[in-house]
């Protein structure tokens, strides 16, 4: 199986070797995001509270985390449906699981160097250390992690079944999910109704820890323990629907006609 898999993680990871575009996209978007939320929040330093700008700073970061482990697995499938090689890689000895472990593989080579590239930088440019996080570090970037190959998993299952047609939720989902997660602010600051969406998600209380941890609170137990316990439930929600949703792709015959589109 290993082999299978690093098989498959290796091809991923060749294709950004032989396209400068492709390697650009792990850190050219993320930098730029960076840059703007960077020189921006240096600006609102000099005028609002000074840890606004910590959170925030740290806030971006952490979300390209989220975001990256999400777009590991959609766009790996995606690309095999671009190329029309996803066929191929169904009719391959290969099994659902081994594909899902390698983009899962992928997603967290490509998290790690987004959060290293984009703290180095903002050491650099705005005097912020992300490991002034401290302990909670790891394991918050791991929750993000576990939740983005989650919402991973939904996206890809809904591009096999709908093709084209739906793409565009590779990229829009995420921030759909966004202004519930308490990226930007606290979970207070939403209405009542809103608070018990956000809530349901375990980004909620990876960023809402992420501010008590620069606050110099420390690692909130709780918190992480809600925000693993949310990621089990949602990881087996999205393997269980990518699974029922690729059984009646193949049943409905729609492989073949992904290939062609």
Request: proline share 3%; glycine share 8%; net charge neutral.
């Amino acid at each position: 199986m290993w082999l299978r898999v690093s098989g498959l993680t290796m091809r991923y990871l060749f294709l950004y070797r032989r396209s400068l575009v492709r390697a650009g996209e792990i850190f050219f978007w993320p930098v730029m995001d960076l840059v703007v939320w960077g020189f921006l929040t240096a600006y609102l330093k000099t005028m609002v509270v000074p840890q606004a700008v910590v959170y925030l700073l740290g806030a971006l970061i952490f979300w390209d985390v989220l975001y990256r482990s999400q777009q590991a697995i959609t766009l790996s499938v995606t690309e095999e449906i671009w190329t029309k090689n996803l066929l191929n890689i169904f009719l391959s000895p290969v099994t659902t699981f081994e594909l899902m472990l390698s983009t899962c593989m992928i997603g967290i080579i490509k998290s790690l160097l987004t959060a290293t590239t984009l703290g180095l930088l903002a050491l650099m440019f705005y005097d912020f250390n992300l490991l002034d996080v401290g302990i909670a570090l790891a394991p918050f970037m791991a929750s993000l992690l576990l939740f983005g190959w989650a919402v991973g998993m939904c996206t890809t299952a809904l591009v096999l079944r709908f093709g084209q047609s739906a793409e565009a939720l590779v990229w829009g989902i995420p921030f759909l999910i966004q202004p519930f997660s308490a990226v930007f602010y606290p979970v207070d600051v939403l209405p009542g109704w809103l608070q018990i969406v956000a809530r349901a998600l375990p980004s909620t209380y990876v960023f809402e820890g992420m501010r008590q941890a620069l606050d110099g609170d420390g690692l909130n137990w709780s918190q992480l323990l809600i925000s693993f316990g949310l990621n089990a439930v949602y990881l087996a929600a999205g393997a269980t629907f990518f699974v029922w949703m690729l059984g009646v792709v193949r049943d409905r015959g729609y492989l073949s006609r992904l290939g062609m589109e």
